[in-house]
């Protein structure tokens, strides 16, 4: 039986026309070698499974073939070294060790280092200077999946080329020529499904291409084979979903869904493939971003009807949403509430838009503005029930339902007047207790006083004053003014520090400032440095607020007087400074350190 080798190595390149999809590093490369400048340190770094080593190794052979000549065996002038397994210091003198001696057939002698990013500092440090000084027959290819890894020190030593990722069109393409070498008929849809689950990979997609045929058992490679064996949602799921949304059919949305779950599939695989497809609804908007589009050109025109039946702004917005539901799916403690209420959102957005399309000369009201009623009059009340307690007009005013329209618009108006009018208290004093008084003035009538605004006192508003606004809110303030004395002042000084949350240490400098009455209202603090300052001024309101309620008097406010002196002190530090600063206080410390035989730590 003859050996199996799979496809990700039967059909590597040997060439640099074979290497699909960085056409701009293997024409460079080639022009090099050609014109005999070549760099003795290259490095290409990219995505994994995208061509990094195979362009080496064709690199190693091609240096030898144009300098020395083709037909001979260049296997030994090449030496590979992989970095994840050999990345110690030890590993890297044994190679330059090697690089001293000349190759005995050809020019040079290559060597490739994969994964250089896995060597240690101290191998990067024991390689920089025969990398920076190499000898004359030496090259020097690395290669790398994790450029910023690479020491900055290396990399100005190196001649970079960056790999990109392989798109799903030139991925696709590649894998119907080993498809057709294989032997095996693929539908271009299923190849096209299996490039995108490659993710830009070239040697992953060969790998899934080889499970796929042996699932085909010899028969066609189909779509359904190919998403059944992947795990791959329909891309009809999402463009059914997409409907349901663009349409607000909650119920479609929610057995969606539902469906989505009982076929086995993740969810947060849906949500992210719907946000994929949601983007290329929104490039399939605009001709100039439908290049950028990684569709098959059998569904272009699915995506184009999708993208005229939604907005821009709805599409950005559900993109955005979905984004952020992939985001937040590992963390939700419900996943599959989770997709479910960002689906219903999105679904209300997209029926409020096509409300709004559908009446484009309509014109949302301000919320904040009143009306004026000027096509029908104010109805009035009975006499009877002008006269009436309060409780039985409120009364009589909530058990009638058929209130005119135009009624209830000039409530809301007097309203919004009685609101607007309230005057801004006063920062210094506490939050007072404030009565508004409603006066209506109306001729035969007096005023009604009222503790608040009240829509059965409206009702009995004529038409003429209703049109003339004659409503006013009255502010009265219960000012306290009860007497303070010094005792009492102390007294209640100590109450309020105590019931303050504030940090304790602040609170215990707090305590010893002593508060002095003058002039009947103004209380003095006397602080003895900033920080004291600094500290009272952060909680001084609260503390006035406080004091006015205990001692029952809103005249009251704090006035802070600092001491001059104290904040040029000298600071001590050192062991020796706060002794002599003792020692001023004390001058019997040096013969009790003389006494006990004491040293100063």
Request: charged content about 25%; hydrophobic content about 40%.
């Amino acid at each position: 039986m003859e050996q199996y080798v799979v496809s990700a190595r039967k059909y590597r390149p040997d060439a640099f026309e074979a290497v699909v999809g960085q056409s701009h590093v293997t024409d460079t490369l080639e022009h090099e070698v050609s014109s005999g400048h070549i760099a003795q340190a290259i490095l290409f770094t990219g995505p994994r499974g995208v061509g990094k080593t195979t362009c080496a190794r064709i690199l190693a052979h091609r240096i030898n073939e144009v300098h020395t000549g083709p037909g001979q065996d260049y296997s030994f002038n090449m030496f590979e070294l992989d970095a994840a397994s050999n990345n110690s210091v030890e590993d890297i003198r044994r190679l330059i060790d090697q690089v001293r001696f000349a190759p005995q057939v050809g020019k040079y002698k290559v060597y490739i280092i994969d994964e250089v990013h896995m060597l240690s500092s101290q191998a990067f440090n024991a390689f920089l200077k025969t990398l920076e000084e190499p000898p004359a027959h030496a090259v020097f290819i690395l290669a790398t999946t994790e450029k910023h890894k690479v020491l900055p020190t290396i990399l100005s030593r190196c001649q970079v080329f960056d790999f990109k990722r392989i798109t799903v069109q030139d991925i696709a393409s590649h894998l119907a020529v080993i498809a057709k070498k294989e032997g095996v008929e693929a539908e271009p849809d299923a190849l096209h499904v299996i490039a995108e689950k490659a993710d830009g990979a070239l040697r992953d997609s060969l790998s899934i291409f080889d499970r796929m045929a042996a699932a085909s058992q010899g028969k066609k490679l189909t779509l359904s084979l190919v998403r059944d064996n992947l795990q791959v949602l329909d891309r009809e799921v999402y463009f059914k979903v997409l409907d349901h949304l663009l349409q607000g059919d909650t119920s479609a949305l929610l057995f969606a869904v539902n469906d989505v779950v009982n076929r086995g599939f993740d969810l947060h695989h849906f949500i992210g493939g719907l946000a994929s497809h949601t983007r290329e609804v929104l490039l399939c908007h605009h001709p100039a971003t439908m290049p950028l589009m990684d569709v098959p050109e059998s569904d272009i025109q699915r995506y184009a009807d999708q993208a005229s039946a939604a907005s821009m702004a709805w599409l950005a917005r559900a993109l955005a949403q979905l984004s952020e539901a992939d985001i937040k799916y590992q963390s939700s403690a419900n996943p599959r509430l989770h997709v479910e209420v960002t689906l219903l959102t999105l679904a209300g957005a997209a029926k409020v838009e096509g409300g709004e399309k559908k009446k484009p000369n309509q014109q949302a009201e301000p919320v904040l503005a009143t009306k004026e009623p000027q096509a029908e009059p104010i109805p009035t009340l009975p006499e009877s029930a002008g006269n009436a307690e309060p409780e039985a007009i409120k009364e009589a005013s909530t058990t009638d339902s058929s209130m005119p329209v135009v009624a209830v618009e000039a409530i809301e108006s007097v309203e919004s007047i009685a609101v607007e009018s309230i005057p801004v208290e006063s920062e210094e004093l506490p939050t007072p207790v404030v009565t508004e008084v409603v006066k209506v003035k109306s001729p035969g009538k007096k005023p009604r006083r009222a503790s608040g605004f009240s829509i059965s006192a409206a009702l009995t508003l004529s038409a003429d004053d209703a049109d003339k606004k004659q409503v006013e809110v009255v502010e009265e303030r219960k000012m306290r003014n009860a007497a303070v004395d010094q005792e009492a002042l102390g007294n209640a000084w100590i109450n309020v520090l105590a019931s303050m949350k504030e940090a304790k240490l602040s609170m215990a400098s707090l305590k010893a400032v002593s508060p002095i009455l003058f002039n009947a209202t103004d209380i003095r603090l006397s602080v003895e440095n900033q920080i004291q300052l600094d500290f009272i001024e952060e909680v001084k309101d609260t503390l006035t607020i406080r004091l006015r309620d205990a001692l029952g008097n809103d005249a009251l406010k704090l006035v802070l007087i600092k001491e001059g002196g104290s904040d040029n002190a000298k600071i001590v530090y050192s062991p020796e400074e706060r002794f002599q600063f003792l020692l001023e206080k004390n001058q019997h410390l040096t013969a009790f350190r003389s006494a006990f035989k004491l040293d100063i730590h």
